[in-house]
């Protein structure tokens, strides 16, 4: 003890005497303590935790994709949607996201924000529930249904104060009159980036096969393997081909794959964060 005691005697002395090499050796540590820390608790959190959904390993999603491009993943068209959740007998459901932006006016300042478009099946398909409120039923999906809303659990305590009365009430949604009927847990975050989210509404006349503006997940039934996903899948483009010549074309190299949601949610960036984490060690 007497050692360590005159160790540290002769640190602090030594320390006194050099302040500014001091200093930078402190903010070395710290910014490396910084780095060690932030870079770390975002691979747990993207890699190492389990995603935030029900089951998140039986979570897929569909894509479209061109080999003859190198293009691996895309969006989908809404009519191709239509004919999987259609035709498909190894997922339980399927539903989509479209991208989309809203104005609020009529509840404090105006102000623009990011939003989705949603299936009403995808709360079901993610295995998350509202926060508050309820999530949106299948009549709301068709183009007449009146105008409703859930809202992002961020926009929620900003904007609203994490007001439970928020539900039932009337705001402006890009000049349109819509009711809020829910509160969308964070985690929805990590597919769509949206702060609102209205149903994604389908009105088959107004659909081009070719109009790639969807992205698509599924949950697979139990005991259904990806393998045979994708070889329903392939069977599924084998009819489309034959049905819509004009949109896939026999060496056009369009074809459809299926995708774990993990590998969708990180694998662009999987490879990064783990260099990132060793460097910082």
């Given amino acids: 003890m007497g050692v360590l005691i005159r160790s540290l005697l002769y640190g602090f002395r030594m320390m006194r005497r050099t302040p500014m090499f001091t200093s930078a050796i402190i903010l070395t540590v710290a910014l490396a303590i910084?780095?060690?820390?932030?870079?770390?608790?975002?691979?747990?959190?993207?890699?190492?935790?389990?995603?935030?959904?029900?089951q998140p390993d039986r979570v897929i999603q569909v894509a479209e994709k061109n080999d003859k491009l190198k293009?691996?993943?895309?969006?989908?068209?809404?009519?191709?949607?239509?004919?999987?959740?259609e035709e498909t007998r190894t997922f339980e459901?399927?539903?989509?996201?479209?991208?989309?932006?809203?104005?609020?006016?009529?509840?404090?300042?105006?102000?623009?924000?990011?939003?989705?478009?949603?299936?009403?099946?995808?709360?079901?398909?993610?295995?998350?529930?509202?926060?508050?409120?309820?999530?949106?039923?299948?009549?709301?999906e068709k183009p007449s249904a009146p105008q409703v809303a859930m809202l992002?659990?961020?926009?929620?305590?900003?904007?609203?104060?994490?007001?439970?009365?928020?539900?039932?009430r009337s705001i402006t949604l890009n000049g349109l009159p819509t009711t809020v009927v829910g509160v969308a847990p964070a985690s929805l975050n990590l597919l769509s980036g949206g702060d609102i989210y209205t149903p994604l509404t389908i009105d088959r006349s107004k659909e081009l096969r070719l109009n790639h503006v969807i992205t698509v997940f599924g949950r697979l039934k139990p005991g259904i393997s990806l393998h045979q996903a994708q070889a329903e899948m392939?069977?599924?483009?084998a009819r489309l081909?034959?049905?819509?010549?004009?949109?896939?074309?026999p060496n056009g190299g369009l074809?459809?794959?299926?995708?774990?949601?993990l590998e969708q949610v990180v694998g662009n960036v999987r490879r990064s964060l783990w260099v990132l984490l060793g460097s910082v060690k």
């Fill in 34 to 54: 910084a780095a060690n820390t932030t870079i770390f608790s975002v691979v747990n959190a993207v890699m190492l935790r389990p995603l935030p959904f029900r």
């Fill in 71 to 85: 293009l691996p993943s895309f969006g989908a068209s809404v009519l191709n949607f239509l004919s999987w959740r």
């Fill in 93 to 140: 459901e399927l539903a989509a996201i479209g991208f989309s932006t809203f104005t609020l006016t009529g509840s404090g300042e105006p102000e623009q924000f990011t939003g989705n478009r949603i299936s009403p099946a995808l709360t079901h398909v993610l295995g998350i529930a509202p926060i508050l409120g309820r999530s949106f039923t299948l009549d709301e």
């Fill in 152 to 168: 992002g659990e961020g926009i929620w305590k900003r904007r609203f104060g994490a007001d439970p009365a928020v539900i039932g």
């Fill in 234 to 237: 392939d069977t599924i483009t």
């Fill in 241 to 249: 081909r034959r049905e819509f010549p004009e949109n896939y074309p």
């Fill in 255 to 261: 074809t459809f794959s299926i995708v774990p949601l």
